[in-house]
């Protein structure tokens, strides 16, 4: 009521004032008391405040500039009296005009105003549709559908409703929040499946339904793809017109199965790389399993024959123990592959001397090591909180990489360091550094570099996991190439840390 | 066998190598060890081996290659050692002239019967295509064109006897389809197995005692076929 009272009184004051400026002019400026004339300026005023303002206050004008022409324009002058019979048809013809042309004038503004108010929510409908088309993020596309709802049309609260196998699935926006009851989403629901006829009257299609919730009006309108209904759209706060209501739940129940469609195909994605990782990792053991297989049975078979020699003997078991080894490592790797894809690996966080996770991981592969001579540089006094086992095995597998890519003999420098944001291991090496076409791929599972061809045996395994393991406490591990050759591995893990307390 | 021979293995995995060049030298073989492609080439060149090993997954050069160019050069017998999982490898090694194949994981004496066949056919060159073939109870006379079991003569048609004669001259050696193809029904016929299928299945009723378990004309699975002179059981 207050903006009425704020926007409506000047034009009834206005077109009063006008009124009386006609008659002051007429009557005290040019001193006319010609009743056509004042009738026509009359008739002009009373259009112009018809075509600009509402039809009430083009009535109230039309009356009061009938009581000027009669008072001041009509013998006897200064009387509502009127003496000649002419006069009365005069007048009353004047105020029909009056009526007939606000009357008039006003529809074509409201059509005109009906006009605007329709591009309006075209424009709104059309942002709408850009706003969901841009939308490929399908995990987050209904909840932001319904953001987008109610933020293109002004609403107070927008809600998508969609029916699940027992309950509704409410993605809802806007200032307000509003508890819908599922009986009422249910009933109107079923309304809209059970009838699709389009009624003229209201220009809407049928299942239109208004509930009074919380003293707001809240709208529900039905989503149909095609002639299907696939659920609701709930809408309160500002009025929308019916046939609006209608496009833009068309356009809802576009974007809906638009977004259900990005989360099938999303999920087919997902199961073909699912796919391409299990013949990836299927390649990649029936290459690694062969080799040590092949040479543990024939190595086997040659220590039984009679031909063998002490030396040889010697020879074909540390092959045999090294080759299982290898399995035994292949084997890890699986089991740490599969946990890392099923989420479960559990941490277990204590405080620790970095130089512990150094020779942890050194344990676990001295195999590959015995070729290298490890420098290990260590001004840590720190003590820091983190998962042990995962942060060595992590390094192992780093260290590993760094060791199988190079020369043996080669060095590989261990730096380990503790700040305020944790624990820093980079491991460098001096090896021919990693080819910029790798780089980006370096901790993708089963990626092999593409220089280092068949000559470096691997699972291409060791990497995704050391990527994974430490992902599971929130740490992370990247690689660069040195500017004077070799490549350098870090190692972040975020962890507190505090500084040794000397213990007699 | 007059003199030792002299085998060439090439393989680039070291514990392959660790394993098998012991057992062969047992064997009172004379074995070289290289671990690539063009070591391989260049010692083929050199120092002619009696027989090379050749392991299909070598890191500089395709074994595949490898093995062309050896043939291109010299009918020195090839037994390609496989890992991959793939039959097309091997069927294109065989098809470029290597005398057969190992896969990976393989047990020692299957590779020393292969190394075996293949240095047989090597020291005596013509393979026995003359005079007669007696493998457990099957003879084979070439020269008059007739199979017998035991003593009882067995009506084959030219083609069955092509085909017999054929992977018999061949004994214990795999032939691939194409190469069995192409020598009964010639090049036009390479890519259509049914024909060798059929001809085959014909072939096992006569002279197979159980054609369901073949004793004399064993499958190599997607590769061939390969006539066993001994029984397997035996």
């Known amino acids: 009521m207050a903006s009425f009272w704020r ?93 007939i042309g606000s009357q008039l004038s006003a529809a074509v503004r409201d059509r005109e105003q009906e ?24 995990t987050e596309a209904i909840r932001q559908l319904a953001r987008f709802v109610a933020r293109r049309f002004d609403l107070d609260f927008a809600a998508v409703c969609l029916p699940r196998a027992q309950q509704w699935d409410i993605y809802e926006a806007g200032a307000r929040s509003i508890t819908l009851d599922p009986r009422e989403l249910v009933q109107a629901f079923a309304g809209a499946e059970s009838a699709l006829e389009f009624d003229a009257r209201a220009r809407t299609y049928a299942g239109h339904r208004t509930i009074p919730i919380d003293g707001e009006e809240v709208r529900l309108i ?5 002639t299907k209904a696939i659920g609701l759209l709930a809408a309160a706060g500002r009025p929308v017109e019916p046939d609006t209501l209608d496009a833009l739940a068309g356009v809802v129940a576009i974007a809906v199965e638009r977004a259900q469609f990005l989360e099938e195909r999303k999920a087919a994605e997902v199961a073909r790389r699912g796919e391409e990782l299990k013949s990836a990792l299927l390649a990649s053991l029936s290459h690694d399993l062969k080799t040590p297989l092949t040479a543990i049975r024939v190595a086997a078979s040659n220590l039984k024959a009679a031909w063998i020699r002490e030396h040889d003997r010697e020879e074909q078991s540390d092959l045999i123990l090294a080759e299982v080894e290898r399995l035994n490592r292949l084997f890890q790797n699986i089991l740490e592959m599969a946990r890392i894809d099923a989420g479960s690996i559990p941490t277990d966080v204590r405080w620790v001397h970095p130089a512990e996770i150094f020779e942890a991981a050194r344990d676990q592969i001295e195999h590959t090591l015995k070729h290298h001579r490890i420098v290990v540089e260590d001004g840590s006094d720190r003590l820091v909180r983190l998962d042990p086992r995962l942060t060595a095995s992590a390094l192992a597998h780093v260290l590993e990489n760094a060791a199988q890519y190079t020369q043996p003999k080669s060095p590989i420098d261990v730096n380990i360091s503790v700040s305020t944001d944790g624990l ?24 092999r570099g593409t220089q280092a061809g068949q000559r470096v045996s691997g699972t291409g395994m060791g990497l995704s996991i050391a990527r994974g393991m430490l992902a599971a406490e929130g740490g992370r591990v990247w690689a660069d190439n040195c500017a004077d050759g070799g490549a350098q591995f870090t190692i972040v893990v975020p962890a507190e840390s505090k500084v040794m307390t000397e213990q007699v | 066998m007059s003199r030792t021979a002299r085998i060439l293995l090439v393989d680039d995995e070291v514990p392959i190598q660790r394993a098998v060049a012991p057992l062969l030298r047992a064997r009172g073989y004379d074995v070289e060890v290289v671990g690539t492609g063009t070591a391989a080439l260049e010692s083929e060149r050199t120092r002619p081996p009696d027989l090379i090993v050749l392991d299909l997954g070598l890191p500089d050069v395709e074994g595949t290659e490898v093995c062309r160019r050896i043939r291109a050069e010299s009918a020195v017998p090839i037994v390609v ?46 393979g026995a295509p003359y005079g007669r073939l007696r ?9 008059r064109r007739r199979v017998l079991m ?49 001809l ?35």
């Open chain 1, 7 to 99: 926007r409506e009184p000047p034009a009834v004051v206005l077109a009063l004032a006008a009124v009386v400026a006609t008659t002051a002019s007429l009557r005290l400026g040019l001193r006319l008391t010609n009743p056509t004339t004042a009738a026509l300026l009359f008739l002009l005023v009373i259009l112009i405040t018809a075509a600009t303002s509402r039809l009430w206050v083009a009535i109230v004008t039309s009356v009061a500039a009938d009581l000027c022409l009669n008072y001041f324009f009509m013998p006897p002058f200064g009387t509502l009296t009127i003496a000649d019979p002419q006069n009365w048809v005069a007048l009353f013809v004047f105020f029909a005009v009056g009526l």
């Open chain 2, 200 to 234: 085959m299945a014909q072939l096992r009723k006569k002279i197979e005692p159980d054609p369901s378990h073949p004793r004399y004309l064993l499958s190599e699975p997607w590769v061939g076929y390969r006539f066993a002179s001994e029984s397997a059981e035996g």
């Open chain 2, 150 to 198: 035991g003593d009882v003569e067995i009506r084959l048609t030219p083609k069955e006897f092509e085909l017999l004669a054929l992977l018999a001259r061949s004994a214990d050696r795999v032939l691939t389809h194409r190469a069995i193809l192409k020598a009964i029904w010639g090049a036009n016929a390479v890519d259509q197995p049914e024909h060798l299928w059929v």
């Open chain 1, 424 to 447: 820093t291991i980079s491991v460098r090496d001096h090896g021919p550094g990693i080819s910029p076409r790798d780089l980006p791929h370096l901790f993708d599972r089963f990626y």
């Open chain 1, 222 to 226: 039905p989503l149909r793809f095609g």
């Open chain 1, 115 to 138: 006009a605007s108010a329709r591009r309006d929510e075209l424009g709104r409908l059309f942002d709408l549709s850009r706003d969901v088309l841009l939308t490929t993020d399908s």
């Open chain 2, 135 to 143: 493998a457990g109870d099957l003879t084979i006379d070439y020269d």
């Open chain 2, 81 to 126: 050692l496989s890992a991959r999982g793939g039959e097309t490898d091997k069927v294109a090694a065989l098809d470029l002239g290597a005398d057969d194949y190992v896969t990976k994981p393989f047990g020692p004496e299957e590779l020393l019967a292969r190394i075996r066949v293949a240095l047989r056919r090597e020291f005596s060159p013509d």
